[in-house]
Every structure is written in C-alpha cells, then in structure tokens.
C-alpha cells in the first residue's frame, strides 16, 4: 500500500496523551452512575450500549428459535405430507385439518404460507438485522472506538424498545383468529392489500405492517446512532482508516439502512392508505370476491420497485456486519493482519453503493419493460467483482497463518464457505435470462439461505463465541461450540445443497403440495431427507443456546482481559467493564487494528505506542 | 404426561450437553490448556481436510447420480426454442463458477488444515499485496464481462417481442384465484378487448361483446398449441399477481391486474415426441401413481403452474399444456365453439340483439328453409328467439325481426305453406293478456307487412302454461297442407 508511514515526531501533548490516556473527565459528570442505579435501569431500560447489545442479542435468539421452529412445521408438512400431523394439535389448534375419514391431521394451506411468511419476516428482519447488526453494532461501536457510551444512549435504547414492540405486535398477530400475515415476507400487493384475497392479509396484515413500521423506527433510531458514534465519538488517533473491519462494516450497514428503510416505511405506509383510505397506489383492475374494484390506475409493480429498493440493500445490511466480524475473527485466530485491508474497505463500499442499484433483479420477471434488465444484470454482476475479492482476501488472510481453532474462527471459515457456495449461484441468478427459469424455485431458496441466511448465522455465531467473553466475562464452551460448528456446516448443507437440483428441476417455491403437478412431484424422498437435515441442524443450534446460557452464569471465568490477544480496544477494558466502559481515561490509538505478527511480536495493541523508526501501515 | 416426559427429555439431553462440555474443560485443566489447544488445532485442522474431500466428493457425486435432476440434462431438456440458449447460458455459468468453488474451497480448507497453529511456529506478517489484489479483481471482472454480455445477448433475444410481419398466433392467459383461464382467439386471429367490470358469472373474462373481435374467441380448459409456430401469450391477472409457468419451455412471467405482459415463444417438441424421450428414463419408467396402469411417461402432460405466491391455492393453479401437429391443432381447432355464440347470444348481456349477424342469417335461411320444405306437420319452426324491447312495449327486438323477416319472405314464395303461432304464458302474467295478445298481433303485423296472406297464418288465442312462472312464449308450428284447425 502506498501510504505505509514511519512514526511521526510526537508533539508535547501526545506524549503527554501517552503517558496518562485520553481524558474526556467522564467521571467528572456525575457522581455515582445514574444510569445504573436500579435494577430497572440495569436491565431493562438500561441506556448502556453493552446491555442494549445483549437485548438485542438475546430476543434475537427468542426469535431465531421461534422463526427456526415455523420452518421445521412446514417442512414436515412438505417432506411428510402423507404423515398426520395430528400431534400437533395441541399447539396449532384449528390450524391442523383433520380430514373426517382417515383422520390425518394436515397443515392447513393457510396457515402453511402464514408460517412460510412468519419465517421469512421474523429471521429476515428481527434476527438476522436486529439480532446481529443490532447486537454487534452496539457492543463494538463504542467498545472498539474507545468511546464511553453510543452518541445518543437514550436513542439507542429506544431502538431496542422499538424493536421489542415490533416483536411483540408481530408476536400477537400469530394468535389471531384469522391467522397471521399469509402473502410472503414480501408483502407483494393486491395479495397484501386485500383481506378478501387471503384470510392472513385481514388483520394479519394490519398487525404485519404496523409491527414493520416500528422496527424501521427502530432500525433509523440505531442507525443515525451508529453513524454519529462512528464519526464523532473515535478515541484519540483513531482515524477511519485505523478503524477495523468490523466498524467498516457496521458503518456501512447503518448509512445502507438509513437510506433503504425509509422506503420500504413508505411502501407501508402506501400499503395501509390502499387498504383503508381506498387510495390506489399498488391496486389496479381487480376483481375478487366476485365484485369488481373501484381501485383504478395503481401499479403493483410499483410496490416491488420500492420493496426491493429496500429489499436489496437489505441482504447487504444482513451481510455485511457478518462479514465485519469474519474478517476480525479470522484475523485475530491465524494470528495475522487481515489481508488487504483497504481493498477489504473498499469493497465494502463498493458493495454498499452497488447494492443500491440493482434492485430490480428481483424483478426481472414481473413485468418490467425487459429493456431495464439490460443495466440491472450490469449492475448485479459488477458485485460480484469486490465480492470475489473479499473472498479472496479472507482465504489469503489464513495463508501463513498460525491458526488456533477456535469455534469462533470456525464459524468464519464457515462464512467463507458459505458465502462462497451461496455467493455463485447469484451469479447464475442476477444474470436474466438463467433466471427466466431459476426465478421463484428452489434453486433461488437454496441461493438466499445459504449466501444470507446461513453465512449470516455463522458470522453471527463467529461473533457470539469471540465477543462471549467480552459480554459476560466468561467463555462458552469450546467443544459445544465445535460439536455446534460441524453439526451446523455439515447440516445446513445437507438442507439446502439439495434444493438446488429440486430448483434445477423447475420446482417451485411456496408450494403447499407438490402432487398437483406430475413435474413437480417426483422429489419425495428429497424432501424428506430435506425435512430429516433440517430437524436434525435445529437440535445442534439448540446446544449452542444451552451453551449460551449455562455459560452466562457457569463458563470458565475469563481471567486475562485480552484473552484472545487482540489488539483491538474492547479488550483493553476491564474483563467485566462498567458504564463508560474504561475505567479510567480513554484509550489512545497509535496504529491500525492488525498488527500481528509484525517485527516478530505476536499482537501489538492499537494503543502501543508507535517505536522510532517503526514502519506502519496505517 | 407426556407433556412430562418431553420436559424431562430436554433436561436430560441439556445435562448431556453441558456433561460433554465440562469433560474437556476438565481434560483440559489436567493437560495444561495450551498443550490442549495444539491437540485441538490438529485434529480442527484434520477435520478441515475429511470436510473439504467429502464436500467435494459430495458435490461431484451428487452432481453425478442427480445428474437427472438438472436444467438441460436428462428429462429435463427444452421443449421450446429458446430454451437450449438459457440452458447455455446456465452450463457456461456453471463451468465458469464450479471452478472457482473447487479452487476456493481447496484453499480455504486446506490452508485451514495447513497453517492450524503449532508449536514453536510463528505467522507470518504480510498485510497485503497490491499486484495480487489487481489480480483478483480483474479475473472476476472479466468472466463477468463474459457472462453480461453472453447473458444479456440471449435475455434480449428471448425477451424480444413479435414485430411485424412475424407468423405468430397470440393467446391470452388470465390467473385468477386459483386457476387459469385460456383464450384463443378464434378465426379471425385476434382478442377481444376485456374490461374487469363486466365479469359476471356468464363471462368470467369480463369481455367486451360490443367487440366483434370477442365473437370468435374460444376458452379452452387446456392449452393445446400447435408446434412449431411462434405463440405470443398475452398474460393477465384477475385479482391478485400470478405467474404463467411452462416449466419445459423456459417460460415465466408474472401476471399482474390491470397490465398485460407478454411472452414470445416456439415449442418445438410435441407431447408425444417428449414422452418418447422420457421413456429412455428410468424414473419415467414407474407406474404412475394416478393411473397405476401406465407408465409415468405415457401419461406425461406438459404443465401450466403459476409460480408466483397468489394465495391459499397457489400450488393447485394446474392447466394441462398439449403440443400437437399443425394437423392435429387443425383438427381440434375446427371443434371450439365460439364462448359468445354458445353462453352469450341473446341472453340478456349480449348487445346485439337488434339485429342477426351475416352468417346467421344464412344459417337462419338454410333452416328455415328446410323446416318449411320438409313438410311435416306440426313440427315447430327453428326460431331462435321472439322477443321485444321493453317489457311492455310492442316492437320486436332486431334479430326477431331479421327472423321474421326471413320467415315471411320463405312463406310468401311457397303459397301452400302453412303456420300456427301460439303462445303460452304463465297463470301469473293472467293481468298482461292483453298486452300479449297485442304482441301477438304485432308479430302477425311484420309478417302480414312482408307479403305473406292471412291464409297462410293461422293465430291461436294465448293458452296457460301448465307450470308455474312460465315465461311467455311464441311458438310457429307448421301445419301440413289442407290439415286445418
């Protein structure tokens, strides 16, 4: 790299900032901690980034294991559609039909897409966002920044309440009488806007959407509140381009939220007028329930356009922080810088503008004029390019590596493998014309779940395992976490490797039965194997939630503060550290995030003064 | 209790859980923690390698045994023209992105295996590296390149619309919750317009039939399609967004209300000749569960789905799809009755009743014709309908009028010929009688009007049906000659 510097002649006050830390007087505000004074502030409306971040973490699990469950349901309704369902009873109440001869209990069609949407939304939005955006974002922010606390902490303690009321009008919306939103996580409209068309979008999709409008508060309270910290609260001679990866990654994440949730509230918002104002922006020509509308002029392609301006963007707000934390956690395990460390910003960037430009490949079979695919097809293979070099970058970070396995670099080889399996069947599907056929069948569920749905997870769990410690002052057990990789990789591709060759097929996706269609029909025995791989990878996420627990209160205690020996500021703290996070004075940063290795030293923290003479990268 | 005993399954197996946990924490106390971490390095990192050769194996040999299963191969190639190129496209993709998946899981997994941390061994420190970068980013951006370009040269060719000039048949899909509606456009070649708010249950494509190009087409519960010639589906949505799906023909397009879309297509192979090819596979070669006598390939139909979520019944949208011979196309083609003339023509929403079309005039005239030349008394005269404007009014609708002309005009050249004109009615009409008998009278008039003699029609006073709610009626029977009343 061009800039590598050599260390600048220190003025008066740096040296004087060396020797006794950055002092912002923290402790001089206030006497005592008014923020943590009960249990109430503590744990509930804690304003603290740290507890905040362990909010978001643990409903985010609520819901991983509540969306997670809803696909194991349909999923035994697709692999076993000849097996009663009849045990079920007893949860699902009316929503298992017991046809009156046989007495088979099967899933009813209704309620099938209201957990097929109800698994999209819920992982989608308030696990795979606010589970780990919202977790990871607000515990490194602050703590690698060297800041004491968020820009706003009141603000960011209402993103998490937001977040806490989308999940709980969403969590209500399942016990309707009518059941829950039906039409797909997309919410693609007449479907969603009329109540005659489905009997999940009456109330269902009245609760759906006033459950979304709260999350995208809370997702813009969070966000602004990621970029202010980013921009304004970095320690002393933390400069951006010493910031690590991770920050990049959040900061990118939080700016692509700010601009694409807004739209999509919008969409909503128009959504609710087309439902209850008689307005027509997304209804045109319709006639159902044997009358005719008076909705006259509207586009329902219009609503794809501004879902998707979302939507797409959206992948990348899931993706993204996943591969922040990769890139740190693999660097920080082999023991080495992360490769590339501005091609890596830099593709980040790069991935960040363009996914705002390419929306539209969800679309190129919806009816748009075909012309258009023409820049969008560009577009989305462009990505490909900084895509291909993040990939390369991580696998050039292990190289020469002295890699200490952990389940958290694990995790991270995981994501690569992943987010290189998911990453190559978009290529296949951002390009048009393989899509007149792939769109809307299985190879696309393949391609989703594994390049954002998985490798999310496993960033996600990179995270959780690595930063564990930093949460809650203990490890999580190592070999669960290795039993919970293995099973977790080897599963999950048992799940969705199949799909693909069902897709290949021409098997659609959100189809109750297959036996309608003699095409589609003949994969029995994949679905069932199918159905099998994907209980069993649910049993190994739940040893990672037991190991999560248990740990919280009986882990091994972490004794060293810095136990991974990385060179990062979260772990210059106290192992347990309070509100404000340093104790004393702020730490003050001298290089980059990824000095291992160098000069023979195994890790020389951010905050190790720069040797005369040293050669620096950054 | 068996809420119990599933309680105390999941304590025990989350007691296990923490058991297996604790035992290498415990191990690992014994051993000195770092010892334990190498020993855990070498066998992670010999893992990475049993991963990498299975997952690779796995890979290969799935591709091999499900080698069936996919887009292009086996039972699954393209029926349609355009179809071989998407599959081009797919395969060219697929060679280009299975190499980088080998290479980059060889080196993910191998360097995993390769630099695990041992002892005494140091990383190495290589921040970066500039030309390599270059590298990496101009390698994907050219296959890129490649695949836009070939990408976009076959969208653009598949997507291109008919232009003027082209032999092509058009059609019209409609989705609907949760079915498709099908129709031809008779002989003339063209669609008739549709407007959403004239669907009822007697035109459920709500068509226009002030639209004389909606008085040929035809709805067809399967799509029969002649092979070989181009079709252009015009595709629209009743309620909610469809998608017309032709699996074996590469087709797919979303039908959205209120905005018809299109898709350009060729089949290229009929029914037949595609079930021959699916006979040479064994999963064809099983009876079908729906028909245990036959073979799945005998009874193999091309299939219309829709693949785009509409609702409830969105995986139950089927319509059998036949390709058949120019020939046989002919053939069925000639046995569609036209849905106006057969559900609509003088019912109460057809427009036209003020007059008979060219062509039922002539039919009107060959039959009467006949009727009248056979000669067989009593039989009553093939009139399709008599009816008038308004209920209390005493002008004839158009084409009752164009009837009873044709029916003067028959009477008047053969003298000898003779007719009755009764009518019934029902108890409850007792207070209009005479109001019907006036209409009775103004039917004589156009015929007396016409030339025909008083001789010729004899008129029979109104009887009483002998069911209720009978509607009134005219009826003309022929009477033979000199048999009189």
Known sequence: MANVLTAAPHSEEDVLIEQMGYDDHFHEHHDGDKFQSSFITTYIFSQDHKMIAKQFLITGMFWGVIGGLMSLVFRLQLGFPEESLSWLKPVLGKWIEINAETGMGALSPDFYYALVTMHGTI???????????????????????????????????????????????????????????????????????????????????????????????????????????????????????????????????????????????????????????????????????????????????????????????????????????????????????????????????????????????????????????????????????????????????????????????????????????????????????????????????????????????????????????????????????????????????????????????????????????????????????????????????????????????????????????????????????????????????????????????????????????????? | MTIFLVIISIVLIAVIVVQIGKVTELAAKIRGEEEMQYEVNRSQGGYMIIFLVVFLVGCVASAIYLKNYMLGYGPHTPASEHGSILDKMFNVTLFFTGIVFVITHILLFYFGWKYSAKKGRKALFIPHDNKLEIIWTAIPAVVMTFLVVGGLDAWNEVMADVTEGDDYMEIEATGFQFGWNLRYPGSDGLIGEKNYKLITSENPLGQNWKDLKNHDDFLATELVLPVGQKIRVRITAQDVLHNFYLPHFRVKMDAVPGMPTYFVFTPTKTTEEYRAELKKFPEYNVPDPADPAKMLW???????????????????????????SQEEYDIWFATQSSYYFSNIRFKESDPWTDRLFDAELTKKKELLSAALGAESAGKDLPLEVIAFNDAKGYTLLGASKAELNILAGLLKAKPSAKVKLSVTTGEDNIAQIGDIDARTKAIADILYENGVSPSQLVLVPTTMATEDNATTKWVFTLLGAGLLL
């Open chain 1, 123 to 618: 992982l989608v939005f308030f696990v795979l966002t606010a589970g780990l955006s919202g977790t990871f974002s607000n515990l490194l922010i602050p703590l690698q920044l060297g800041a004491r606390d968020m820009a706003s902490p009141l603000l960011n303690m209402m993103s998490y309440w937001f977040f806490f009321l989308a999940g709980l009008i969403m969590f209500i919306s399942l016990f309707l009488n009518t059941g829950p939103f039906s039409g797909g996580w997309t919410a693609y409209p007449p479907l969603s806007a009329l109540p005659q068309a489905s009997t999940g979008s009456g109330a269902g999709m009245t609760l759906w959407l006033i459950s979304l409008v709260f999350f995208v508060v809370s997702v813009l309270l969070g966000g602004i509140n990621y970029i202010t910290t980013v921009l304004n609260l970095r320690t002393k001679g933390m400069n951006m381009w010493r910031m690590p990866l991770t920050i990049w990654a959040f900061f990118v994440t939080a700016i692509l939220g700010l601009l694409s949730f807004p739209v999509l509230a919008s969409a909503f918002f128009l959504v609710m007028c087309d439902r209850g104002l008689g307005t027509s922006f997304f209804l045109n020509e319709i006639f159902i329930g044997g009358k005719a509308l008076d909705h006259v002029g509207g586009s329902p392609v219009l609503y794809q356009h501004l879902f998707w301006f979302l939507g797409h963007p959206e992948v990348y707000i899931i993706i993204l922080p996943a591969m922040g934390i990769v890139s740190e956690v693999l660097a920080v395990h082999s023991r080495k810088p992360v490769f590339g460390y501005k091609a890596m910003v830099f593709s980040i960037l790069a991935i960040g503008f363009l996914s705002f430009i390419v929306w539209a490949h969800h679309m190129f079979m919806s009816g748009v004029n075909p012309f258009l695919a023409n820049f969008f097809v560009v577009f989305t293979l462009i990505i490909a390019v900084p895509s291909a070099v993040k990939v390369f970058n991580w696998i050039a970070t292990l190289f020469g590596g002295n890699i200490r396995f952990t389940a958290a670099v694990l995790f991270g080889i995981g994501f690569v493998s992943m987010f290189i399996s998911g990453g190559l069947t978009g290529i296949f599907l951002g390009n048009s014309a393989i899509d007149i056929q792939m769109h809307d069948t299985y190879f696309v569920v393949a391609h989703f779940h594994i390049v954002m749905g998985v490798a999310a997870f496993f960033g996600m769990y990179a995270g959780v395992y690595h930063w564990f410690p930093k949460m809650y002052g203990r490890f999580m057990n190592e070999t669960l976490g290795k039993l919970h990789f293995w099973g977790t990789i080897i599963g999950a591709y048992l799940i969705f490797w199949p799909m693909h060759y069902i897709g290949m097929a021409g098997v659609p996706r959100r189809y109750y039965r297959f036996d309608t269609f003699q095409t589609f029909s003949q994969f029995d025995d994949m679905n069932k194997f199918i159905t099998i791989a994907a209980i069993i990878t649910f049993g190994f996420q739940l040893i990672m939630i037991i190991n999560f627990f248990y740990s919280i209160w009986y882990g091994k205690k972490v004794t060293d503060k810095n136990p991974w020996g990385a060179t990062t500021l979260e772990w210059t703290t106290e192992v347990d550290p309070g509100h404000g996070n340093w104790a004393g004075k702020l730490p003050v940063v001298h290089r980059w995030a990824y000095d291992y290795g160098k000069d023979g030293v195994e890790f020389i923290p951010q905050t190790t003064p720069v040797k005369e003479g040293e050669k620096m990268e950054h």
């Open chain 2, 298 to 324: 005998e009874t193999f139909d091309y299939e219309l789905a829709c693949s785009e979520l509409c609702g409830r019944g969105h995986y139950s949208m089927k319509r059998p799809v036949k390709i058949v």
